[in-house]
């Protein structure tokens, strides 16, 4: 490989590895023990999306509907998410969020947001941020078809 091609595939598994890191550190400063991450990632998705079929947040999170049901089960006994006959075909059930679960999603979010500003007014300089600003501009190409 040319140096061109070295640096890319260099910055390419760093930016993947520091991402990771990122999304992880993110996902546990709002984290909750009573629920899985599997759980998390359902509620999350149904707040995404809306109202969905467990088959579809099944395809969607890449899980068995067996997995995805266990998962749904949780949250329903923890009264986040709700199921209701669909309307337009009575055999399949649509998930719902409930009032609990907007409120977790949204208190979450706020929470994973303050963490992230306070972190980046603590440990960075102006500059520093202003060189992040300038590097998620960039990245933000990769994001284009």
């Known amino acids: 490989m040319d140096n061109g091609s070295d640096s890319a595939a260099r910055t390419a598994r760093d930016l993947r590895v520091v991402f990771s ?22 509620l ?7 109202a969905a079929t467990a088959s579809a947040l099944a395809a969607a999170e ?9 998962t749904l089960g949780g949250l329903e006994q923890h009264g986040l998410i709700r199921r209701a006959p669909d309307p337009d075909d009575g055999r399949r059930q649509l998930v719902t969020l409930t009032e609990a ?45």
């Open 62 to 70: 890449g899980v068995r509907p067996q997995s995805m049901a266990t």
């Open 44 to 50: 999350s998705l149904v707040g995404k999306h809306g």
């Open 101 to 145: 679960g907007r409120a977790r999603i949204e208190g979450n979010k706020q929470l994973r947001e303050e963490w992230l500003t306070r972190a980046f007014q603590d440990r960075y300089t102006e500059e520093e941020r202003r060189t992040v600003l300038t590097a998620l501009e960039l990245l933000e190409r990769l994001s284009r078809p």
């Open 21 to 42: 890191r990122l999304r992880r550190r993110i996902r546990e400063v709002a984290q909750d023990s009573d629920l899985t991450p599997s759980q998390e990632s359902a």
